[in-house]
């Protein structure tokens, strides 16, 4: 198992020793991130929704990292992003409720954001969905950061 | 209805029993052996497995959503986690002797029992008279069609009619990555702490194990240390 | 008897949350406590399941209104949801005179929060347990124990 900070070297003739996890990961990680993309929008016509949509994304960047280190995974989506990610997701639920309360309805009662009670529903759900996506997303990738970042007591040699 | 008297009726086929019966013979076993295990590394990876099996049970339970969230977060993510905080502790867990797993046991038995003389007051599986299926259950799925028009109603329900547990859910998720963050810190150099209880100053340096301790500041933070 | 066999799902549900239960009692070990912890709030959410499953039931998703006349066996071919539901099309519900039935929406609602619950909860153990370790040199509880009741009888190695 490779120290995480650092990405694979190769050996003495030259050949990448994780050279196929490399190709693969490099086909696969857009199309999960799409894939969690697809599960987030239809969420309201089959299983899915803001939480696994969430999930799938964060797994994305996760493999990301544990692929190619997770120095290169903190330059591409950075930290401080990642902070703020968080509270933005939260914010843009609760402030789709104080929406709702600044137009004269009950907080989260999402009938009067659009021109009748159903379209108001559905922008109201495709607004807190994508709270709810931007939270799970960068909550889960933050955690991975700081578990990763941590320098472990034992090496890696004596496992 | 009885086991028996189901596999008559047409809708509860023998295909649908015995993926049922196999999928719970499964996750018993899998659990079991969760028990006896002694290598961290084996134990993440059993209760990875115990949740993607019981993913698959949610979806033979007409539970898909349910069945994605458990597969995406119990088998995805909380594996990774494990894993993750399993290589930054220990590889090996020591036995338990048996004058603890003797008093474990007792409790253990003593309320399985207890549950199990209540199961007899528990609604028959599929019954769609049950307390739990005639109330508002039920009214989500016809008030869906009315007001909200869309098809999936447990997206419905949990962002529209359980709109307020949703936001506490969600601020739970993101109370618990700011603990993390406190905790460990977003580049992995949180916790150096120092706290004065009973008027005695004690920090990473004083702690317990300090005499075998490894001073793993930077130079940065042993210099501002000293200062 | 014949009681029995319909709550078998109950019973080996009962049966795998005692056995996380006793993981969580038994192992000194902290991260196999959270392990354990795991495995039984999982079987939680499976009693939760099957008390939500109506046998003859479909997912709680509904089903469009245009019949496009039977198959072989005489059940109805129905269409497919997000074409029809963006065009506004109908439903077909649940009630007396129709033949379709949903399983109860509502349990899979809680269940869907406790799962993230559950993972919120796990991260924060996890987190605690490798603070403990740099600080202890150690995950299994009675060493804490037993370096804790020094460290309070002896002071700080000062």
Redesign the interface.
């Given at each position: 198992m490779t120290d995480p900070e650092t990405t694979p070297v190769a050996d003495k003739f030259g050949n990448d020793p994780h050279v196929l996890l490399r190709v693969i990961a490099k086909f696969l990680i857009p199309l999960i991130a799409l894939f969690a993309f697809y599960v987030q929008f239809h969420g309201d016509y089959g299983p899915g929704g803001g939480f696994q949509a969430g999930v799938i994304l964060a797994a994305s960047v996760i493999l990301y990292a544990l692929i190619f280190g997770l120095a290169e995974a903190k330059k591409a989506f950075p930290p401080r992003l990642i902070r703020y990610g968080m509270t933005l997701g939260v914010i843009l639920y609760g402030g789709t409720g104080i929406l709702n309360f600044i137009l004269g309805g009950e907080f989260l009662n999402y009938s009067n954001l659009g021109k009748d009670a159903v379209a108001g529903q559905h922008y109201g759900i495709l607004a807190v969905e994508l709270g709810v996506l931007t939270t799970v997303t960068t909550v889960m990738i933050a955690i991975f950061y700081a578990f990763g970042s941590r320098q472990p007591e034992t090496s890696a040699e004596d496992w | 209805?009885?086991?028996?008297?189901?596999a008559a009726?047409p809708?509860?086929t023998v295909p649908v029993i015995l993926l049922?019966?196999s999928l719970?013979a499964l996750?018993?076993v899998v659990?079991?052996a969760?028990?006896r295990m002694r290598s961290?590394f084996g134990?993440?990876m059993?209760?990875g497995v115990?949740?993607l099996v019981?993913a698959a049970?949610?979806v033979s339970?007409?539970?898909?959503?349910?069945?994605?969230?458990?597969a995406?977060?119990?088998a995805?993510?909380?594996t990774?986690?494990?894993l993750?905080?399993?290589?930054?502790?220990?590889?090996k867990?020591?036995p338990?002797p048996m004058r603890?797993?003797f008093?474990?046991?007792m409790?253990?038995?003593l309320?399985?029992a207890a549950?199990?003389y209540a199961?007899?007051d528990?609604?028959?599986?599929?019954?769609?008279n049950?307390p739990?299926?005639a109330y508002?259950?039920?009214d989500?799925?016809?008030k869906?069609?009315e007001?909200?028009?869309?098809?999936?109603?447990?997206?419905?329900?949990?962002?529209?009619y359980?709109?307020?547990?949703?936001?506490g859910?969600?601020?739970?998720?993101?109370?618990?990555?700011?603990?993390?963050?406190l905790?460990?810190?977003?580049?992995?150099?949180a916790?150096r702490w120092e706290a004065k209880p009973n008027g005695?100053y004690?920090n990473?340096?004083?702690?317990?194990?300090?005499?075998?301790?490894?001073d793993?500041r930077t130079s940065d933070q042993k210099a501002e240390g000293e200062a | 008897m014949s009681d029995l066999f319909s709550q078998y799902n109950y019973i080996i549900v009962i049966i795998l949350m005692m056995t996380g239960l006793y993981i969580v009692f038994a192992s000194r070990n902290l991260i196999k406590k959270l392990a354990g912890l795991s495995v039984f709030q999982t079987s939680v959410f499976l009693l939760y399941i099957t008390i939500a499953k109506v046998s003859g039931g479909q997912p709680p998703i509904l089903l469009e209104d245009k019949g496009y006349g039977t198959d072989k066996d005489g059940h109805a071919l129905l269409e497919g949801t997000i074409q029809t539901a963006a065009g506004g099309g109908s439903y077909i519900l649940p009630g007396p005179g129709s033949d379709v039935l949903y399983s109860n929406p509502l349990p899979h609602v809680l269940i869907l929060t406790a799962i993230v619950v559950g993972v919120a909860t796990l991260s924060i153990g996890l987190a605690l347990t490798v603070r403990i370790r740099e600080v202890y040199h150690t995950i299994e509880e009675d060493e804490i124990e037993a370096a804790d009741f020094v460290y309070n009888l002896e002071g700080t190695a000062d």
């Amino acid at each position: 198992m490779t120290d995480p900070e650092t990405t694979p070297v190769a050996d003495k003739f030259g050949n990448d020793p994780h050279v196929l996890l490399r190709v693969i990961a490099k086909f696969l990680i857009p199309l999960i991130a799409l894939f969690a993309f697809y599960v987030q929008f239809h969420g309201d016509y089959g299983p899915g929704g803001g939480f696994q949509a969430g999930v799938i994304l964060a797994a994305s960047v996760i493999l990301y990292a544990l692929i190619f280190g997770l120095a290169e995974a903190k330059k591409a989506f950075p930290p401080r992003l990642i902070r703020y990610g968080m509270t933005l997701g939260v914010i843009l639920y609760g402030g789709t409720g104080i929406l709702n309360f600044i137009l004269g309805g009950e907080f989260l009662n999402y009938s009067n954001l659009g021109k009748d009670a159903v379209a108001g529903q559905h922008y109201g759900i495709l607004a807190v969905e994508l709270g709810v996506l931007t939270t799970v997303t960068t909550v889960m990738i933050a955690i991975f950061y700081a578990f990763g970042s941590r320098q472990p007591e034992t090496s890696a040699e004596d496992w | 209805m009885s086991l028996f008297a189901a596999a008559a009726d047409p809708i509860f086929t023998v295909p649908v029993i015995l993926l049922d019966i196999s999928l719970l013979a499964l996750l018993v076993v899998v659990a079991f052996a969760l028990v006896r295990m002694r290598s961290l590394f084996g134990i993440v990876m059993l209760q990875g497995v115990y949740s993607l099996v019981s993913a698959a049970w949610f979806v033979s339970l007409d539970a898909v959503d349910v069945a994605f969230t458990e597969a995406a977060v119990g088998a995805g993510v909380s594996t990774v986690l494990m894993l993750s905080a399993m290589l930054l502790a220990d590889r090996k867990s020591t036995p338990v002797p048996m004058r603890r797993q003797f008093g474990a046991l007792m409790v253990v038995v003593l309320a399985g029992a207890a549950m199990l003389y209540a199961v007899g007051d528990m609604p028959a599986f599929g019954d769609v008279n049950s307390p739990a299926n005639a109330y508002v259950g039920m009214d989500f799925i016809g008030k869906t069609a009315e007001e909200i028009q869309i098809p999936n109603v447990v997206t419905a329900v949990l962002a529209s009619y359980r709109g307020y547990d949703t936001f506490g859910e969600v601020v739970v998720i993101f109370s618990a990555g700011l603990g993390v963050l406190l905790l460990l810190g977003l580049n992995g150099n949180a916790g150096r702490w120092e706290a004065k209880p009973n008027g005695q100053y004690i920090n990473d340096r004083s702690a317990p194990s300090a005499a075998t301790a490894k001073d793993t500041r930077t130079s940065d933070q042993k210099a501002e240390g000293e200062a | 008897m014949s009681d029995l066999f319909s709550q078998y799902n109950y019973i080996i549900v009962i049966i795998l949350m005692m056995t996380g239960l006793y993981i969580v009692f038994a192992s000194r070990n902290l991260i196999k406590k959270l392990a354990g912890l795991s495995v039984f709030q999982t079987s939680v959410f499976l009693l939760y399941i099957t008390i939500a499953k109506v046998s003859g039931g479909q997912p709680p998703i509904l089903l469009e209104d245009k019949g496009y006349g039977t198959d072989k066996d005489g059940h109805a071919l129905l269409e497919g949801t997000i074409q029809t539901a963006a065009g506004g099309g109908s439903y077909i519900l649940p009630g007396p005179g129709s033949d379709v039935l949903y399983s109860n929406p509502l349990p899979h609602v809680l269940i869907l929060t406790a799962i993230v619950v559950g993972v919120a909860t796990l991260s924060i153990g996890l987190a605690l347990t490798v603070r403990i370790r740099e600080v202890y040199h150690t995950i299994e509880e009675d060493e804490i124990e037993a370096a804790d009741f020094v460290y309070n009888l002896e002071g700080t190695a000062d």
